[in-house]
């Protein structure tokens, strides 16, 4: 079982730079915690909400971590395949590692009018802008008269390792299509136990049906927070979770002590999950840089 971070770029900081120097921090612990792989998210015309956006986030916080896998989630129906190539390439060449790109085709929600794009288009961008995306970092001048007119296109510099694609999904036809098209399979972070333990087998069980001999990467986002003991995190998370935290299920969270977090990643992985992807559940720096730090006994326990 690895353990990952996908650390949250919608933060509340109570400036601009301070919150650029907390995800700065963020990602320095995280490596202090020897954790697997980062990754930030993706999310357009969020005002007042901040949101710190992942190419330049990463391309800054890749300097504090390392050669252990790195990449960001893009919602790639919001994103003009050459230009998203291209930025993938050039933060491939920076990276010391390998390079993850999570992608999805994103909600139906104020960022697809936001672009001018039709809600109802984004299975078909997304399945052509993944092909397109994937011959251009093999060296191919591609053209296009689908979703994106393309005439000759090219882009250097190319992925030094490539670039392995998780598909996020979670209704049944797009678990298909991330069965069909993707490397690996990233979990909604909502799923109760239960539902996560169903859905990995019906992932494992689509990827048989597409041909293929292994289930790849099976990803599942967790939102969490690595108390001093059981007694502290309830305590810490208790208003926020009382709160209704992001409409999740309570049971889908993961809260407690060091012990208690790997027990549950430790169901998680005999569910057939290969990666848990975690977030920092509490907002504030100071739980954050503690969570992240902590997780290194999480690893040792799983270990």
Not at 71 to 93: K, R, Y
Request: contains cysteine.
């Amino acid at each position: 079982m690895r353990i990952g971070i996908s650390m949250a770029t919608a933060l509340r900081a109570p400036d601009a730079r301070t919150g650029g120097r907390w995800l700065v921090e963020r990602a320095a612990a995280a490596r202090e915690a020897g954790l697997d792989s980062l990754f930030v998210g993706d999310h357009h015309s969020t005002s007042p909400m901040t949101y710190y956006q992942n190419v330049p986030v990463l391309g800054r916080v890749l300097a504090e971590w390392g050669d252990k896998p790195a990449g960001a989630l893009f919602l790639l129906p919001l994103w003009h395949p050459v230009l998203l190539a291209e930025q993938i390439g050039t933060l491939a060449s920076l990276h010391e590692g390998p390079f993850v790109m999570q992608c999805a085709i994103g909600p139906d929600d104020n960022q697809f009018p936001a672009f001018g794009v039709d809600v109802k288009h984004r299975p078909s961008r997304f399945e052509e802008s993944l092909d397109i995306m994937r011959r251009l970092w093999a060296g191919e001048s591609v053209s296009s008269e689908g979703r994106w007119q393309i005439e000759d296109a090219r882009i250097s510099p190319l992925p030094p390792d490539g670039v392995e694609a998780w598909i996020g999904a979670v209704a049944r036809k797009a678990m298909d299509r991330a069965a069909r098209l993707g490397d690996g399979w990233l979990a909604a972070p909502g799923l109760t136990p239960q539902q996560a333990a169903a859905r990995s087998a019906e992932w494992h069980e689509r990827r048989q049906i597409h041909g293929y001999e292994e289930p790849g990467v099976v990803a599942i986002r967790r939102d969490i927070y690595v108390g001093e003991s059981d007694a502290e995190a309830e305590e810490t998370t208790r208003a926020v979770v009382e709160g209704g935290y992001r409409g999740l299920d309570p049971s889908a969270l993961a809260i407690g002590s060091p012990e208690t977090v790997a027990a549950e990643f430790r169901e998680l992985g005999e569910a057939g999950y290969t990666d848990v992807i975690v977030r920092n559940l509490m907002p504030t720096q100071e739980h954050a840089v503690a969570c992240i730090g902590r997780l290194a006994e999480v690893r040792a326990s799983l270990a």
